[in-house]
């Protein structure tokens, strides 16, 4: 069975400092991870996704992720963060042995940015 | 080009009425998905379309929630009898195909519903 932790519920940094969300998942096979944004009223938007190529992944907005199996582990990470981050925080897992696009959210970040 | 739209955006409602939510996907995503969010938890899994048909309903919490898709685009999410533990936003997402979980789901606003 999948799932996801998203080990903080509430992250705060100050503007131009760097951003460090943690998620770890489960997953009984070679899993699709992503992660998605939640801004106010506004609806989900994929940052990046990570489907078994580059471990590194790249997103968008400078955000990016790391896959590392042997921790279980795929952290978003942003060099330097900006009043327009604050937002609400999902990773994401997919397994890839199902024949669709299910998905498992973690419970969320929220990600607060201090001027 | 359009993504996913939702109606109503907000619904009100009384305790025992029923309700129903629209979602238009993205034009040729042959996949749709139904979620559940309630405040302060991720989106939960309710059902998946491929195509027409109900693939995949294990997420639909019990026999007062009931979806279709008739000729495979619009989607309507139908709620009997509703309770006030029924209050979520209820996202609907679409992509282009199944493909053992690599896809992006594009996501729509959401409808908001309370139930008074």
């Known amino acids: 069975a999948q799932s996801v932790t998203q080990l903080d519920s509430h992250v705060s940094v100050s503007e131009g400092t760097p951003v460090l969300l943690r998620c770890n998942y489960s997953?009984?096979?070679?899993?699709?991870l992503f992660w998605y944004v939640q801004h106010p009223n506004k609806g989900l938007q994929l940052l990046l996704k990570?489907?078994?190529?580059?471990?590194l992944v790249k997103g968008i907005n400078g955000f990016e992720a790391e896959f590392k199996k042997s921790e279980t582990s795929f952290h978003l990470t942003k060099p330097s963060a900006h009043m327009s981050d604050a937002a609400e925080y999902f990773c994401?897992?997919?397994?890839?042995?199902?024949?669709?696009?299910?998905?498992?959210f973690g419970p969320g970040t929220s990600l607060s940015v201090i001027p | 080009g359009a993504g996913v739209s939702q109606t109503p955006s907000n619904k009100v409602t009384e305790k025992g009425k029923y309700v129903e939510l629209r979602c238009d996907p993205i034009?040729?995503?042959?996949?749709l998905y139904w979620y559940r969010q309630s405040l302060g938890q991720g989106p939960e899994f309710l059902i998946y379309?491929?195509?027409?048909?109900?693939?995949?309903d294990s997420g639909l919490p019990n026999d007062r929630f009931f979806a279709v898709r008739p000729e495979g685009s619009v989607s309507t999410l139908k709620i009997q009898r509703t309770e006030r533990g029924d209050s979520a936003v209820y996202l609907c997402?679409?992509?282009?195909?199944?493909?053992?979980?690599?896809?992006?789901?594009?996501f729509g606003p959401g409808t908001r519903l309370t139930v008074l």
């Open positions: 997402a679409s992509s282009r195909r199944t493909s053992g979980g690599r896809n992006e789901q594009f």
């Open positions: 379309f491929q195509g027409t048909g109900a693939a995949d």
């Open positions: 990570y489907t078994s190529a580059a471990t």
């Open positions: 994401v897992v997919s397994d890839q042995k199902t024949s669709y696009d299910k998905v498992i």
């Open positions: 997953s009984s096979y070679s899993p699709s």
């Open positions: 034009s040729g995503h042959t996949a």
